[in-house]
């Protein structure tokens, strides 16, 4: 087949992006397709209509890629895409959205409220610990934890770089203490749960995609009763959500609560697939090498692509 790339574009997760994006490409590749890398500009339509791919691997990250902006252009063009449609990518990508769907469908998820940025310069939304986090992006980008001593010493000013000077709203939301826990979902599947450890106290961005700041323990070593939960709750939301091929769930479990302090932050619709990413190191412990992870994520496309074509729709 015919496979183009897309990757890159302008967003926060550009550089992610493009290492997910290559990976992907040299794994197409392997696997005996024709295969064109496509960097996202502003000549995006032009240059998939050019490409004439049979189905197009979504490899951006963050926006326009993962908010279901470049997946309503994909259905315009009457393209065959992986990962999800439009709407569930506008969804997932909302946290207080994806509560609104989560919440109601038993998945527990931590109690905050959007509040004006301008408005943190005068009062604290929450009482201390709390997380400040923008609505509408992922891989940790722009979260800040305030402490006591704030934001790990770093005073919520004007003056001072943080959300508050990048996002004119922000979600606050109680700090959970304990333990990073993940979940990755391929078709109807949950894989395993991982658990992160960070050297520097929180798992952001830098954490992430910086090799040696995180050890990933895969399996977790979790009481039996969060495993599941865990698993549960991240193919609830995989469901509810209407994801296509994979996604990851993100949680935070406070060990002192037991099952009571375990929640889902967030639902990724666009996992990474970098040599750091879990969804792939998630696939391998189940005996899924990268090469066919990428081919059963394009498999799927075509699979949804052609029960769309039946029922005149995609979500």
Same mark, same amino acid.
């Given at each position: 087949?015919?496979? $183009?790339?897309?990757? /890159? ?17 040299? &794994? ?6 024709? =295969? ?22 979504? &490899? %951006? ?11 309503? !252009? ?7 895409? =992986? ?21 109601? $469908? ?15 310069? =005068? ?20 979260? &800040? ?32 203490? /304990?333990?990073? %826990? ?13 658990? %992160? ?31 599941? $939960?865990?698993? &549960?709750?991240? !193919?609830?939301?995989?469901?509810? %959500? ?74």
């Amino acid at each position: 087949m015919k496979v $183009a790339v897309l990757m /890159g574009g302008w967003s926060a997760e550009r550089e992610v992006s493009l290492t997910s994006g290559r990976g992907i490409a040299a &794994a197409c590749r392997s696997l005996g397709h024709d =295969t064109v890398e496509i960097d996202m500009g502003r000549d995006v339509a032009q240059r998939l209509t050019e490409a004439a791919p049979d189905v197009v691997f979504n &490899a %951006l990250h963050g926006t326009p890629g993962e908010d279901g902006t470049v997946q309503g !252009l994909m259905d315009l063009l009457g393209l065959t895409y =992986t990962h999800s449609g439009l709407t569930t990518s506008a969804i997932a990508i909302d946290k207080e959205l994806t509560k609104a769907l989560l919440v109601p $469908a038993g998945v527990p998820m931590p109690r905050g409220k959007l509040v004006a940025s301008e408005s943190l310069f =005068t009062a604290d939304p929450l009482p201390r610990p709390y997380v400040l986090k923008p609505v509408n992006e992922g891989s940790s980008v722009g979260v &800040a934890i305030v402490t006591g001593e704030s934001n790990y010493g770093h005073p919520i000013r004007r003056d001072v770089p943080g959300p508050w000077t990048e996002f004119a709203t922000l979600l606050a939301e109680p700090f959970i203490a /304990g333990k990073e %826990l993940t979940v990755a979902v391929l078709g109807d599947e949950a894989l395993a749960v991982t658990e %992160l450890q960070t050297a520097q106290g929180f798992y952001d961005y830098e954490a992430k995609y910086t090799d040696g700041l995180t050890r990933h323990i895969c399996p977790a070593e979790l009481p039996a009763e969060v495993e599941a $939960a865990c698993l &549960a709750h991240a !193919l609830t939301a995989h469901r509810v %959500l209407g994801c296509r091929g994979t996604s990851r769930s993100d949680f935070r479990w406070d060990p002192a609560q037991g099952l009571a302090g375990l929640f889902l932050l967030e639902v990724n619709t666009q996992p990474g697939m970098t040599p750091l990413s879990l969804v792939p190191e998630q696939a391998r412990y189940r005996g899924i090498s990268y090469e066919q992870l990428v081919g059963r994520l394009i498999d799927m496309a075509i699979a949804d692509a052609a029960i769309d074509k039946a029922g005149g729709g995609r979500a």
